[in-house]
């Protein structure tokens, strides 16, 4: 965990990662899940499978528990700490795609993470991303949404950089650890357990690789499964290359 991702992957053919990417490579394996070194596991992507021609950077997503009973997504949660505007276009497209094809939600809602509803609100980067996201074709956009909208029904899929995205992330897991250790437990926020999901694709690459929390359960490792063969099912891989081609 503590070496360098590039170095490790060059240095070390046998290690796990750099065996499970060949064999991914050379399609001998349909999925690739890991719960080793996330930098190691992103470079490898990057230098083996590669990313989907079109797609400025790839990212990875964390699964948002809705208070209505159904799910969401957010986008980017760690990858790319900072974004242009054409990228979190991106990112829009990929979590649509994502939360159609494996969540099943028709049409998804897509909002942009920001500290007001208003255009005009926000940093330089996001009024030019919403400048561009209004009116298109490409993604059923909704506008701003604001931090107290994550969990309620209002969007589906809600865009922004990796920084805020990891913070975000982070703080809903430090909230369930908390309510875990006062002993309390409650139907909606027992979802907010990592395990439950076990771990996240990486999206606009080349083939189907998961990430998972380095301290993963045998449960968080037996629904990365599940998810690793929902992903495959559904050709989500395949989708992003259409709409990217």
């Not at 993604?139 to 949404?145: A, E, K, S, T």
Request: with cysteine.
């Amino acid at each position: 965990m503590g070496e360098h991702p590039t170095k490790a992957l060059a240095q070390k053919p046998q290690s796990s990662i750099s065996v499970g990417y060949k064999l991914l490579k050379e399609n001998e394996i349909d999925c690739f899940a890991s719960a080793g070194n996330t930098g190691a596991m992103l470079v490898g992507a990057m230098f083996s499978v590669k990313a989907v021609p079109g797609v400025i950077r790839p990212c990875i997503t964390s699964v948002l528990p809705k208070l209505n009973g159904g799910y969401g997504i957010i986008l980017d949660v760690g990858t790319n700490a900072d974004c242009k505007p054409d990228v979190l276009y991106q990112f829009a497209i990929l979590g649509s795609i994502f939360a159609k094809e494996v969540y099943k939600i028709d049409n998804p809602k897509v909002g942009l993470l920001n500290i007001g509803e208003e255009p005009e609100k926000g940093n330089l980067v996001v009024q030019a991303t919403h400048a561009m996201m209004n009116g298109t074709k490409d993604f059923n956009f909704i506008g701003n949404v604001e931090g107290l909208d994550v969990f309620n029904d209002n969007a589906d899929v809600i865009v922004c950089e990796g920084f805020t995205g990891n913070v975000l992330l982070k703080t809903a897991e430090a909230f369930y650890s908390m309510i875990k250790s006062r002993n309390r437990s409650d139907d909606y926020f027992d979802k907010f357990n990592y395990e439950l999901y076990g771990g996240t694709p990486i999206l606009g690459i080349n083939s189907n690789v998961l990430i998972a929390h380095g301290k993963s359960s045998a449960l968080a490792f037996k629904n990365m499964l599940v998810l690793s063969k929902d992903i495959v099912e559904a050709n989500l891989n395949e989708k992003i290359k259409t709409i990217f081609h």
